[in-house]
Structures are given as structure tokens and as C-alpha cells.
């Protein structure tokens, strides 16, 4: 039976519900005070504040849902979406990028080695920090070590089947969650 | 032109996207119902739908199988809006019926376009092989041979081929050519679809596949 108080939210879910009030808050309170001076709405922070709105939703939502996000980075803009959309298909949660980017909170990369020349230090630092799974058209041993150099969690050489892909990213979840 | 369908309940949310849409250059009609959305289709035969999932008369699944006769693909791809986010795991809405992809609702305007535009230039997602006589492309990797000479090609030259070659005997306009696989509708880039197909007969160093259509664009014909 449920209880009558309802069972707790994990923190992360409170803290992201938490802040999605206070930006929904100050939104409405910013309308009110636009409409009682007469005056234009601040159109820029509106439109920050519902921005905010929707990143904290997707965070709630991928909390409660246990969604997979995932982020392909790709230089091949096309394939970068093809292969978001296959994943996508697959039930994943999953956006494509041909210029690699700060990921959102959980998102998972994948990220072809193909970029990797055009990253700086910083670039590459993060990249390591996020432990990407690694995709590379070239089966030569320096891009495998390149993956290590990157911490990669996974190595995949193209031309990579989605479902190879979709395990890769299931071990990789699951090492997270350990 | 490229036409759209977009199908929302909703009259500010189908105004908003289909003025979106419109901007990005493509001709869109507008259905308030999934039974408005079925004769639309059958008026005007769109090249794309998107279908919000929940409306009152019909949700987007039941379009979906009304938009099939038995066990037939779906003619053109059809794009989920969703409110909703599935779970991990979950078979994604209406996937397992026919679409394409979904777009959960406040995704970057950008995004949308993007997917549009990817749904578009893959109408027929579940072929991965062509095979024209001998001519074979895996649109999967990109790579294209013929016989088992592989063709090494420059990635818009081998877009061009994969377009031209998948609608055999047809002729695809320069515009459409510039669209799909350069994704502008700017008549600056002809001489890029020039080169490209100078590109395209280069590699397969035999007469007859690709004919210039005077004035028109370019025509694939298979060879003995």
C-alpha cells in the first residue's frame, strides 16, 4: 500500500524540482511586475528563465524516468544525426553535434576521433573527465591509444552498428551506476 | 518544393511550428485533426508529417495504422511531437507503428530543423543497400562500389549518387540536388552539383550512368 506522504524523491530530482519552482517563480513574478508598470516584458530573461525551465524539466524527467541521454559528436554532421536517431529509436534520449560541446548533466558522448585534432587542452581535459565512448574510422594502433589517452570507456571502430553502439553505452551506464 | 504537413490540436502550437517551418523554406499545410491529417494526406500527398501524439479524435499511433494499408511502410516520414518522455528501455511512441523519429515538445528550434532535414534526406530509413545492376551503395558507411571496383568519392559527390541512384530513371532537379544534399536552397552552389557530378562519372569511369538533363538537373541510369 502507499503511503499517504508519497515516497521521497532522490536528491538530485528534489534539488532540480527545486530550482525548476524558483525559475518558474521569478518568470511569473517578472510578467506581473511588467504588467502592473505597463511597461515591455523583459524579453531576453524571459526567454533565458523558460530555457532554464526546460533544462530543469529535462533533468527532472530523466531522473524520475531513467532516461539514457546520450550526445554524438561526429564531424559528419549527417551520420552524427543518423546515428542520434537510430539510438533514439532504440529508446535512448539522444541529440548530435558536429562541434563538440559542454554535454548536459548525465549525457553520455560518443565521440569520433575525428575531431579530436581540432580540440585544445581544455577540450581534451573535459573529454576525459566525461569517460566518452570512442568511435574512429581507423584501425591503426595510435587511435587506440589516443581512446586510452581519452579514458575512453569504449572503443568502436566505423562503420559501428547501432546495437554494438547500444551496448557500449549500456556497459558504460552500468559502470556508472556501480 | 519540399511540402509538410504538420498536425496539432493545438491552433498556436500548428501556427507556431508551421511558421517556423516556413522560414526554413518549405511549403507547409496545417491539419487539426488525425482525421483532418488523414484527408490531407490523401489531397495533397505530403513529403513529410509531423504529428503531435495526443489529440482528441485519434493519437497519433491510430493515424499511423490508418496511414497503412496492412503491412505496407508508411509512403513518407512522419515525426512524432511529444509532450511526454519515455522511460529507458520503453519502445519509443508510435516507432513500433511506422515513425520516423519524435521530437519531445521544447526542443531547440534548431534541433527540429535538423531532424526534419535528416528525416527528409532518408525517406527510405530501412534500406541500407541500394543495388542498381551493378552499381551497390551502403548507405549505412557511405561506401559505393561498383562490381567490386570500390568508387572513392568526396561525401557530397556520394550523397548526390546515393540520391540519384535511389530513384533510378528519374529526374532530380538541380534545386532539389542543392536542398538535400548541400541543404541550401542557394542557386550559388550550382557549380557544386556541376563538379559533383563530374566527380560522380570520374569514379565510375564508364559512360551512361548519370545523364544531364539540359536545364533540369541529372538523371540515373542504370548500365548492362
Known amino acids: ?178 | 518544393m519540399t511540402k509538410l504537413l504538420v498536425v496539432d490540436d493545438e491552433p498556436r502550437t500548428a501556427e507556431l511550428t508551421a511558421a517556423l517551418l516556413r522560414r526554413a523554406g518549405y511549403m507547409v499545410e496545417i491539419a487539426a485533426s488525425g482525421s483532418d491529417a488523414l484527408a490531407s494526406v490523401r489531397s495533397s500527398s505530403p513529403d513529410l508529417m509531423l504529428l503531435d501524439y495526443e489529440m482528441p479524435d485519434m493519437e497519433a499511433p491510430e493515424v499511423l495504422d490508418s496511414l497503412r494499408s496492412g503491412a505496407d511502410r508508411i509512403a513518407f516520414p512522419v515525426i512524432i511531437l511529444t509532450g511526454a518522455r519515455h522511460a529507458a528501455g520503453d519502445q519509443v511512441l508510435g516507432i513500433e507503428r511506422g515513425a520516423t523519429d519524435y521530437i519531445v515538445k521544447g526542443t531547440d528550434r534548431q534541433v527540429l530543423l535538423a531532424r526534419v532535414r535528416g528525416a527528409l534526406r532518408d525517406r527510405a530509413p530501412e534500406t541500407r543497400l541500394i543495388a542498381c545492376g551493378r552499381l551497390r551503395i551502403d548507405m549505412a558507411s557511405g561506401e559505393a562500389w561498383l562490381g567490386e571496383r570500390g568508387l572513392k568519392l568526396e561525401r557530397r559527390p556520394q550523397l548526390m549518387l546515393q540520391l540519384l541512384a535511389g530513384r533510378p530513371g528519374e529526374v532530380v532537379g538541380r534545386e532539389e540536388l542543392l536542398e538535400r544534399v548541400w541543404g541550401t536552397n542557394y542557386a550559388g552552389f550550382e557549380h557544386s552539383v556541376e563538379q559533383a557530378a563530374h566527380q560522380i562519372r570520374r569514379a565510375l569511369a564508364e559512360p551512361g550512368w548519370i545523364e544531364t538533363v539540359r536545364g533540369i538537373g541529372y538523371r540515373f541510369v542504370a548500365q548492362p
Do not use: C, W
Open chain 1, 1 to 178: 500500500m502507499e503511503s499517504a506522504t508519497g515516497s521521497s524523491p532522490s536528491p538530485e530530482v528534489a534539488a532540480a524540482l527545486h530550482r525548476l519552482r524558483s525559475t518558474l517563480a521569478r518568470l511569473k513574478a517578472e510578467l506581473e511586475r511588467a504588467q502592473e508598470d505597463g511597461a515591455a516584458p523583459p524579453l531576453g530573461r524571459l526567454q533565458g528563465d523558460v530555457e532554464e525551465a526546460l533544462a530543469l524539466l529535462r533533468e527532472v524527467e530523466r531522473a524520475a524516468l531513467g532516461l539514457v541521454s546520450v550526445l554524438v559528436v561526429d564531424d559528419d554532421a549527417r551520420l552524427a544525426e543518423l546515428t542520434a536517431r537510430g539510438l533514439r529509436r532504440m529508446g535512448f534520449d539522444s541529440d548530435s553535434t558536429d562541434a563538440f560541446r559542454e554535454p548536459r548533466p548525465g549525457e553520455v558522448v560518443v565521440f569520433d576521433l575525428g575531431l579530436y585534432s581540432g580540440l585544445d587542452e581544455a577540450g581534451r581535459s573535459a573529454l576525459r573527465a566525461l569517460r566518452p565512448i570512442v568511435v574512429t574510422g581507423a584501425t591503426d594502433p595510435g587511435s587506440r591509444a589516443l581512446a586510452t589517452s581519452l579514458n575512453a570507456t569504449d572503443y568502436l571502430v566505423k562503420p559501428v552498428e547501432l546495437e554494438d553502439l547500444a551496448a557500449a553505452i549500456r556497459r558504460r551506464m552500468a559502470e556508472t551506476s556501480r
